[in-house]
């Protein structure tokens, strides 16, 4: 069955602090709804946290870091889902229900897999 990321964009917050605690519970409670389709997923620590790695001159190149995001934006990367649905239509409605669709927005994006 095909997997999906589901790319949460949201303002830029410290999920753990206290006072996002109801919005945290919103979240629980998707994870339970959708417990049959989600294969993993996490919030993540504000863009401040970040750190950007790039390889000057290519592979085997110098390692390059900056703190930070890469790109500055209104809405940051701030958790995601892993989803393994029948398809895209499947994996958009359960996309729809993730609390960060209703103030935020959620990108779904086929997953690759490669061969092992």
């Known amino acids: ?43 993540l620590y504000p863009t401040s946290s970040a750190t950007t790695v790039r390889v000057t001159g290519g592979k085997g190149g110098d390692v390059v870091t900056t703190d930070g995001p890469y790109a500055e934006t209104k809405e940051a990367l701030t958790g995601f889902y892993l989803l393994e649905c029948a398809d895209l239509d499947e994996a958009v409605s359960v996309a729809a229900k993730i609390p960060a669709a209703w103030d935020g927005a959620v990108e779904v994006r086929p997953v690759l897999e490669f061969d092992e």
């Not at 990321?5 to 945290?24: N, Q």
């Open 1 to 43: 069955m095909p997997k999906y990321a589901a790319l949460i964009y949201t303002a830029d917050v410290d999920w753990s602090r206290p006072e996002f605690a109801e919005t945290s519970k919103e979240y629980n409670e998707f994870g339970e709804a959708a417990a049959a389709v989600l294969r993993g997923g996490s919030a």
